[in-house]
């Protein structure tokens, strides 16, 4: 049972950041096909009669939630439906799902996040060491990002350090340095400002707006306008841009096993960014 808390806690690193990305049209396809390996209606009844279903459900759930508690300082909403006792003894259940209404995790910040599983059948095997997936584990997540989020997640120091090693690309060419964006969040729009600091010239303010959009499975600025009195070219702008975009982080799931997660929707609504994906985790049988 112990294993299944690291679980929620690991589902949740990779629904907030984009590790392996694609584009998904038929997530269903995913699914695991029936018959499903689970007891029959006898054991699933004995386990309602008996309350074990109750019972292994509640501690399940419970050992989730403190999980998430100590990994995130965030509270959780955690919901399992089980097949029976046995079955969720074994690792497989009908979903599961986690909900917050604000989350922090490595530094990066989204608010009502909803996480939940699609398919009708998930299992996970644990042991002594690890767990694997013995067929896909599709997990749909819906989330908010408002502008305080945004202003927290590039204080980051994976951050930090993108726009360092940006800097640094430059050094050698001509002492170009960007710094200390700003965000702010209003209509359907983001606006960012940001310094740069140009030998001869000092230190001049960038003003820029721009929106989202999902490119292959990724949040991708889009449509974006600027300040341009310095006369960059708009593929300088772009790159600093891209730069700055708070959501492209990598990570991976293991040394051999890669999850996919894949952006559907993006938005820009009431002053917050809104968005909507997949994260599946190959089985690794």
Not at 253 to 282: C, H, S, T
């Amino acid at each position: 049972m112990k294993k299944i808390c690291n679980l929620g806690a690991i589902l949740l690193a990779f629904v907030l950041f984009q590790n392996v990305t694609y584009a998904i049209e038929d997530v269903a396809s995913f699914c695991p096909a029936e018959p499903y390996p689970v007891g029959g209606v006898f054991a699933s009844t004995i386990s309602k009669i008996t309350g074990t279903n109750l019972i292994l459900t509640n501690i399940a759930e419970k050992r989730i939630k403190f999980a998430l508690k100590k990994e995130t300082n965030s509270d959780f909403d955690v919901d399992i439906k089980a097949f029976g006792g046995k079955n969720l003894i074994e690792g497989k259940f009908k979903n599961l799902s986690m909900t917050s209404d604000s989350v922090k995790y490595e530094g990066f910040y989204v608010s009502n996040l909803k996480a939940y599983t699609l398919c009708d059948y998930n299992q996970v095997k644990f042991n002594s060491y690890d767990f694997t997936f013995p067929e896909n584990f599709v997990l749909k997540y819906e989330a908010k990002i408002t502008q305080n989020d945004l202003n927290k997640i590039i204080l980051r120091p994976q951050y930090r350090e993108k726009i360092n090693k940006f800097n640094q690309s430059f050094s050698n060419i001509l002492s170009l340095k960007v710094y200390e964006p700003q965000f702010t969040l209003a209509g359907n729009r983001i606006y960012m400002d940001f310094k740069v600091l140009l030998p001869f010239i000092g230190t001049k303010t960038i003003n820029s707006d721009f929106g989202l959009k999902v490119v292959d499975g990724k949040i991708a600025v889009a449509d974006f306008n600027i300040s341009n009195s310095l006369s960059f070219s708009s593929d300088n702008i772009l790159s600093i841009l891209n730069i700055f975009n708070p959501f492209n982080i990598d990570l991976s799931l293991d040394k051999n096993n890669k999850g996919i997660n894949a952006v559907q929707n993006v938005n820009i609504i009431n002053n917050e960014i809104v968005f909507d994906g997949v994260f599946i985790v190959p089985k690794s049988v």
